[in-house]
């Protein structure tokens, strides 16, 4: 089954307000540069965003986030982002923070119908207020319950028309994960190629996962920090 569409514009249409996204991407790596811009034109509003992290300012998931279409994150880190301290200082922005790792696994068991897991991160802190707690083997965990998303918006390097992906390094972060845990899922990616061009061992994310792919164009693959050696 063909699951190409001709632009991201395209494979977004049809997209209602307030739904919940994820976003793959490890701060501004990996990050599906082509669909987020289309859901910027799109002006979808109220979105409640699940990533590691909203990108920066005019940067990544940042584009969203100065246009007003977000309503809640939940992630891991508020990065560099002047944008997202002040909307949730002045009370516009709901957040919810989550220790990377739980995150990750969040996500993972929403994928897999685990129905919650227990954790020891996060005990003893207000990660934990709320939430059932349990001495297990003498030491105590925290029960997290699972992620799931409306649509997942995720960046690989390398896929074909039946939708099978293959990512790179840091790139794969988070991507992999959210493309087993949401109800529609759109790939962007910067190789496209024929059914059967990709050696099924290399595959990370099997076609099944995936309900949309498109070809990526014009990356600009931002660096956050660019460091370079003092001599």
Known sequence: MDKTFPSADAAIAGLSDGLTLMSGGFGL???PENLID???RAKLKDLNIISNNCGIDGVGLGILLDAGQVRSI???YVGENRTFERLYLEGKLEVTLVPQGTLAERIRAGGAGIGGFFTPTGYGTPVAEGKEVREINGKWYVLEAPLRADLAIIKA???DRHGN???RQTANNFNQVM???ATLVIAEVEMLVDPGKIDPNEIHTPGIYVDRIILGQNYKKP???RMTKEN
Do not use: D, H, P, R
């Open 157 to 159: 390097w390398k896929g």
């Open 38 to 40: 289309a859901l910027a």
């Open 29 to 31: 790596c990996g990050n």
């Open 223 to 225: 660096i956050e920090f």
């Open 74 to 76: 939940t992630a891991s």
């Open 165 to 167: 992906l293959v990512f």
């Open 179 to 181: 493309a087993t845990a």
